[in-house]
């Protein structure tokens, strides 16, 4: 169980995060209300210059190493400042077989998520035109329509901040197989999920939603996607190691590195990211550089300064001081300094992006494999605090709370919560109680969140430092919670709050009684099942008869086949789990078939199991059995109530297929 938990994390990490109600959005803030947002910590240490030779050093003397321990095949790293390249350099192999280096310069990668600023830089560039009003009903813009949820409809400015409310979506996402490639105008209507959450009032990160915005821009300005980011992205600034097409270009396919699981196995083939304005990008390391030096310049090239300000300095509303979403980008605040970045996670690339607009520097990497334990993650989130330390440093001057309070505020934290980025209305939703971040306590009297560690270099030291927030001494990344009538309502921290909160596990899916419920259901059900042959040859061994005949023997019969049959089920499940995990293609379209069938299967095998223990305990009671036969018959009948119960709350059934 905890195998899966851990790859369903995964899972919902890769669909990422590695992570107060929030009200109407208001109008675009001042620098000033900006700045005001920061946490304090002012300049004490004298920032090391930048320049190149002082920076080639740092960074030669840290992701070598870094690259090395992870497994990591090869990375591109490109620092700018201003209107100039400070730094671009590849490290390791883009060919592993082949012993090709990567060249900064030509080398693709692939950006996953932060092709998305591509896509919403292109929004901007049709709000400029006034084809784009922010605050409009997206049904204006579209040829089929998006149902109002709770009465209010979608806005591109709800699109761009993850405040739709759509649920996560999976099906359509990323594919090994060319023919996965799908028009935005067959996929859009096709691949549009449930809305969970009023517009406007949770981050919920969504490809669905970037995929959308880039079909509105497609009508808008009468060209077709991949063209229009072309003709007005990647023409206008030389960009020509670059591309959204998928499968890639004959002229760009030599270029692209391949993307490993880790360095010791077999490159992979190109990915194809289905809802490609989400994030079908491949690009040079130099040509992110180019896309940093635009919007570090106010858009030189792309859109007017006021345009680039209105997007950079919006500010959404978030879970008290943390992080939240500019127009597409979101805050990362570091030493002081508010960084707007994007992080971007194919199956094998993982990326991130961070412009410093009160110091005109950007900073993009990207690495072709996760590492041996997922540790593309860490080394990024190392490089960009390390950096900073460096070239931006700062001191911190958090408050304190009193060990006392503090101590009843980690408390109140305790428990299991639901991430607003996962599936509510379908199967997937089994994979968000598997995943349920878990906030417990140590003996000292601070947070404990395990589920949190693997985002940055190390374990974290939560320190609260106002009420109700508190700070990890390592990174100064901030984690802070909303209390209303004195329970958590929700909480998130700095890496993940502009797109995700964390809101309390619903009593009827808490994963702290539920899971060990559903274990000792399973092993019930499995004890039950072997016993039925043991037992049939234990008696024929000895020459013994049944004891029960008639109804009784039928209703003992029935119980044990459907017992069977769950168990059926749950091999078809996992069975599911390691096919999508190993390729997460296989879940839209290859195995449609055992999809359909698991969704039949399981809850005939849940119910059946339930009637036919609870017809065999009625039977035993009647006949007067021994209190052994009563007891196993009590215990099935358990299992078969939470075995339904489980069915029911995560929706192990039904035909839709848009999950």
């Known amino acids: 169980m905890r195998f899966l938990r851990k790859l369903m994390i995964g899972l919902t990490a890769l669909v990422a995060l590695p992570l107060a ?3 109407p959005i208001p109008p675009e803030p001042t620098k000033k209300a900006v700045t005001a947002a920061a946490p304090a910590a002012p300049k004490t240490t004298q920032p090391v210059a930048l320049d190149r030779a002082d920076l080639e050093a740092w960074l030669d003397g840290y992701l070598p190493y870094a690259l090395e321990r992870a497994n990591i095949p090869g990375a591109v790293v490109v620092v700018v400042r201003g209107n100039q390249v400070v730094l671009e350099k590849g490290y390791g192999y883009s060919n592993v077989a082949k012993r090709a280096p990567v060249n ?6 692939r950006p996953g998520s932060v092709s998305k600023l591509f896509t919403w830089t292109a929004v901007m560039q049709q709000v400029e035109a006034g084809k784009i009003d922010l605050d409009k009903d997206v049904n204006a813009y579209l040829d089929f329509k998006i149902p109002p949820y709770q009465g209010k409809p979608v806005t591109m400015r709800n699109i761009m901040t993850h405040t739709a409310g759509f649920q996560e979506s999976v099906r359509y996402l990323i594919s090994s197989d060319p023919k996965a490639v799908m028009a935005l105008k067959q996929q859009m209507p096709l691949a549009l999920p449930d809305r969970v959450f009023a517009p406007g009032t949770t981050p919920a990160y969504s490809n669905y939603a970037t995929a959308l915005a880039g079909y509105i821009v497609e009508r808008v300005s009468g060209e077709p996607f991949d063209d229009y980011v072309e003709n007005h992205i990647f023409k206008p600034l030389g960009m020509n190691y670059a591309t959204f097409r998928q ?9 692209m590195s391949n993307g490993y699981p880790d360095i010791t196995q077999k490159a992979r083939p190109f990915e194809i990211v289905i809802p490609a304005p989400a994030g079908s990008l491949s690009a040079s390391g130099a040509d992110m550089g180019k896309f940093m030096i635009a919007h570090l310049n106010d858009g ?3 859109l007017k300064p006021e345009t680039a300000k209105m997007m950079h300095d919006f500010k959404a509303p978030g879970v008290g001081p943390l992080n939240s979403m500019a127009l597409g980008f979101y805050e990362q605040w570091v030493n002081g300094h508010r960084a707007i970045a994007h992080g971007g996670d194919t199956v094998w690339f993982h990326s991130y992006l961070w412009l ?3 110091a005109d520097i950007g900073v993009f990497i990207s690495m072709n494999s996760a590492g041996k334990a997922g540790d593309a993650g860490a080394v990024r989130s190392a490089l960009f605090h390390k950096f900073a330390d460096r070239y931006l440093p700062g001191t911190a001057t958090p408050g304190t709370v009193d060990a006392k309070t503090a101590r009843q ?11 607003s980025r996962g599936s509510f209305t379908n199967f997937m939703s089994l994979f968000g109680l598997l995943g349920q971040a878990q906030v417990g306590m140590t003996e000292n009297g601070k947070l404990s969140i395990p589920g949190l560690d693997g985002l940055g270099a190390g374990a974290r030291d939560w320190v609260e430092v106002e009420p ?3 700070r990890d001494t390592g990174t100064g990344e901030r984690l802070a919670a909303e209390v209303k009538d004195g329970r958590v309502t929700r909480w998130s921290l700095d890496a993940g709050s502009p797109f995700m909160v964390f809101e309390p596990a619903r009593a009827s899916a808490n994963a702290a009684w539920l899971i060990p419920a559903l274990i000792a259901a399973l092993g019930i059900v499995l004890l039950a099942a072997l016993a ?3 037992r049939a040859l234990v008696r024929r061994n000895f020459g013994a008869t049944f004891a029960l005949e008639g109804k009784a023997r039928r209703a003992y019969r029935l119980s044990r086949l459907f017992a069977w049959l769950v168990l059926a089920a749950l091999a078809g499940w996992i069975g599911l789990v390691a096919a999508f995990s190993a390729d997460i293609g296989s879940i839209g379209g290859p195995l449609d078939w055992l999809i359909h069938l698991l969704r039949i299967l399981t809850p005939v095998a849940a119910f059946g199991l339930l009637a036919t223990a609870g017809w065999h305990l009625w039977l035993s009671i009647k006949d007067k059995r021994k209190w052994t036969m009563k007891f196993g018959a009590v215990l099935l009948l358990l299992a078969g109530l939470v075995l339904v119960w489980v069915t029911l709350v995560f929706h192990l059934y039904g035909f839709g297929m848009v999950y």
């Open 356 to 358: 410093f607009p009160d």
């Open 532 to 534: 039925w042959p043991v």
């Open 300 to 302: 030189a090239g792309l």
């Open 104 to 109: 900064p310069e030509t080398t693709l990668f």
């Open 468 to 470: 109700f927030v508190w």
């Open 21 to 23: 109600a929030q009200g």
């Open 247 to 255: 499968p890639l270009p004959a002229r760009l396919a030599p270029f």
């Open 409 to 419: 505020h980690a408390q109140m934290m305790v428990g299991h919560y639901e991430s």
